[in-house]
C-alpha cells in the first residue's frame, strides 16, 4: 500500500500571500496524484488530477507542481475562501487508493 | 448538473448491518466507474471501493473485504453498499465518489455509527 504523508498539519498564512502544501509518496506515484478541498460541514472538493491538470472551474491560483514521490499544492494569492483542509490522494498503485492525512489552511 | 445523494445511515449496533444507497443524477451513470470513500475523524479519508460501470469488476481495501459489498443498477441510477458485521471502527460518514480512480463529484455523506 501506497502510503500518502502532507505536511504541515496546519498553515497558516496571511491574506493575499503565497501557500505551498506539500505530499509526499511512500513509493514512486510517476504524476498519478489528485489534490481535494474540503470546508468545514462540506464533502470534499475536486481540485487538480495528474497532479498539475485544474479541475473544472477551479481558480488558476491553485496549481500543483511535481512528480515521482514529491508533490506541492500552491495557492499563489490566499483568499478568505481557501480556508479548508486540502488532502492529496494516489491512484497510480491501487487498490487501496489511499489519501494523505491533510493539511489545515488557516488565515494568519 | 450532477448529484449524488446517499441515504440509508443510522446507527446501528456493532455486528449489524447496513445498506447504504446513492441515487445519481445529471450524468450518464451507465458510463462510469463509481466509488464509495469514508471519513472518520481519527483516519481521515478513506476509500473503500469501486465498481466498474457494468458492475462486472469490483475492488475493496483491506479492511472491509469479505464484509461490504459494492453493487449497482444502472436501470435506477443508483449505487449500494452492502455493510455487514459492522464494528466501532466504522463509524464514519460515508460518500458516494463519481469516477473510480479519482472522484470528481462527491455526495453531502450519510453518517453511519456503530454503538452498542
Known amino acids: 500500500e501506497i502510503v500518502m504523508t502532507q505536511s504541515p498539519a496546519t498553515l497558516s498564512v496571511s491574506p493575499g500571500e503565497r501557500a505551498t502544501l506539500s505530499c509526499r509518496a511512500s513509493?514512486?506515484?510517476?504524476?498519478?496524484l489528485a489534490w481535494y478541498q474540503q470546508k468545514p460541514g462540506q464533502a470534499p472538493r475536486f481540485l487538480i488530477y495528474?497532479?498539475?491538470t485544474r479541475a473544472t472551474d477551479i481558480p488558476a491560483r491553485f496549481s500543483g507542481s511535481g512528480s515521482g514521490t514529491e508533490f506541492t499544492l500552491t495557492i499563489s494569492s490566499l483568499q478568505s475562501e481557501d480556508v479548508a483542509v486540502y488532502y492529496c490522494?494516489?491512484?497510480?498503485?491501487?487498490?487501496?487508493?489511499?489519501f494523505g492525512g491533510g493539511t489545515k489552511v488557516e488565515i494568519k | 448538473e450532477v448529484q449524488l445523494v446517499e441515504s440509508g445511515g443510522g446507527l446501528v449496533q456493532p455486528g449489524g448491518s447496513l445498506r447504504l444507497s446513492c441515487a445519481a443524477s445529471?450524468?450518464?451513470?451507465?458510463?462510469?466507474?463509481m466509488s464509495w470513500v469514508r471519513q472518520t475523524p481519527g483516519k481521515g479519508l478513506e476509500w473503500l471501493a469501486n465498481?466498474?460501470?457494468?458492475?462486472?469488476?469490483?475492488y475493496y481495501v483491506d479492511s472491509v473485504k469479505g464484509r461490504f459489498t459494492i453493487s449497482r443498477d444502472n436501470a435506477k441510477n443508483s449505487l449500494y453498499l452492502q455493510m455487514n458485521s459492522l464494528r466501532a471502527e466504522d463509524t464514519a460518514v460515508y460518500y458516494c465518489?463519481?469516477?473510480?480512480?479519482?472522484?470528481?463529484?462527491w455526495g453531502q455523506g450519510t453518517l453511519v455509527s456503530v454503538s452498542s
Open positions: 445529471g450524468f450518464i451513470f451507465s458510463n462510469f466507474w
Open positions: 465498481i466498474k460501470p457494468d458492475g462486472s469488476e469490483k
Open positions: 465518489g463519481k469516477n473510480g480512480r479519482t472522484f470528481q463529484y
Open positions: 490522494q494516489q491512484y497510480n498503485d491501487w487498490p487501496p487508493l489511499t
Open positions: 513509493q514512486s506515484i510517476s504524476r498519478n
Open positions: 495528474d497532479t498539475s
